[in-house]
């Protein structure tokens, strides 16, 4: 007979623990209590790293470049989009140390546990595929632009690190993130008191209007919401003691400041004229010194590697929590592997035209994360008076079912994306006729989605 390992109090002891060089296999299952470790403090800079990139800056750049707005007024739609995204963050991170689980695998309270197999499998096509090309083709620019290196062993060798560091597993994410943390900040921070000084603050834009600052708050808006649907994917190992409001306010304003003052930072670049026919990081270190240019131009490439490390590792969640029979070969690292392969093939396809992808990619994020927000979030004010344990129980349960969530969660997206979607090659119907409308297609989604859960939910209940 034998007996599990236990520590000096008599309980199981960990087998991951806090190890920091160590394969995680964990995956969509709740965390055991001995393998709680952590504190919500490390929330901090793993939501602060990743955003501190070139991809943030570019959503101040498009707000001025794309959108015709001023600067003070892409300053303004930039802030109250990503407040906005961040605030919802720090409430869903919350789910991490009640529930132990990722972020998806709590959606099946939403959509049911078969239900949440849509959402689950949209979040890990929009973190593995989109957001993973996007991050690693700015950090293969940056690298080309460094070295001179040609741009696809550029982006060969940026996808290769995010890889390793998602497979190696949580631990290691959260251990990268923290110690990247300064080298980025100190660095952004420098070149945008150079950018600032060159800037032209007082310029009126382009004549952007209602409609461009809508298009800048979607974008930012979609852009910070965009990691909400990995909140808990990084708390999930904290103690279920941990501090409710450390967990909410740390992660929340992680990703508040570092994508307000790198976006604002890009916006002020946006008034500099850069060199002629640039790539668009060079565009941003046109006008920099060359030592600090080199800098940035690491940092660009350390900030892509950060934020692509939980964009693959959180791909992976998503796809743990689909519910499906997989081969005992098949764990979470090696679908980071099979993930990040499928982001660097859209990253090789995306290389020629970046900037309008990247445009059209913001938006399309916040089409979807509005409607599941929507739901999410009605779905946790209807469980405020329900136990933890209760609730525990239907995350396992393959039999739980939740159709007014998933019946919600497609009305926001039928009704907000043909009647207000502003896109390069689709435009809605409303901005269609009233350009001044901009693109409110994630307000509508959210405010459809809402309403049609509040209502369906209240009167069918979630057995329906």
Known sequence: MTTAPADSAGTIAPEYGDKVI???????????????????????????????????????VISVLFFGLSFWQATAALLLGTGLGALTHGILSLDGPRFGVPQMAIGRFSF????N??????????????????????????????????????????????????????????????????????????????????????GSGAGGGIG????????????????NPGASDYSRYLPRTASRLTTAVYPAVGLFVSIAVVSVIGAASATIVAPQNATPTAAF????????????????????????????????MSITSLGLKLPPWLGRGAIVVLCGLAGTAAAWASLADAGHAYEAFLLVIAYWVGPWLGVVLVERWFQARTPDADLSGRLSDHSFSNRPGITALLAGIVVSVPLFSNQEKYVGWVPDRWPSFGD???????AVSAGVYAALRGRLGSRA
């Open 22 to 60: 160590a394969v995680e296999t964990a995956g969509s299952e709740p965390i055991p209590d001995a393998e709680r470790h952590g504190s919500p403090r490390q929330l901090l800079w793993t939501w602060a790293s990743p955003n501190i990139e070139f991809a943030t800056v570019y959503i101040g």
């Open 112 to 115: 049911g546990y078969r239900g």
């Open 212 to 227: 461009g600052f809508l298009l800048a708050f979607s974008a930012a808006w979609g852009y910070a919401a965009g990691w």
């Open 440 to 446: 409110i297609t994630c307000l509508v989604g959210f």
């Open 285 to 316: 270190t046109g006008h920099l010194p060359g030592w600090l240019s080199d800098l940035v131009l690491l940092a660009i490439i350390l900030g892509a590697v950060s934020a692509n490390a939980l964009n693959v590792y959180s791909s992976a």
């Open 117 to 202: 197999v849509l959402p689950a499998g949209v979040n890990a096509l929009v973190a593995g595929v989109g957001w993973f090309a996007v991050n690693s083709v700015s950090a293969a620019f940056a690298l080309n632009t460094l070295t001179g290196l040609r741009p696809l062993p550029s982006l060969l060798l940026v996808v290769a690190a995010e890889i390793v560091i998602g497979f190696i597993g949580h631990n290691f994410v959260h251990a990268f993130e923290k110690y990247a943390f300064p080298a980025l900040a100190v660095i952004f921070l420098l070149a945008g008191v150079w950018t600032f000084k060159e800037a032209d603050l007082g």
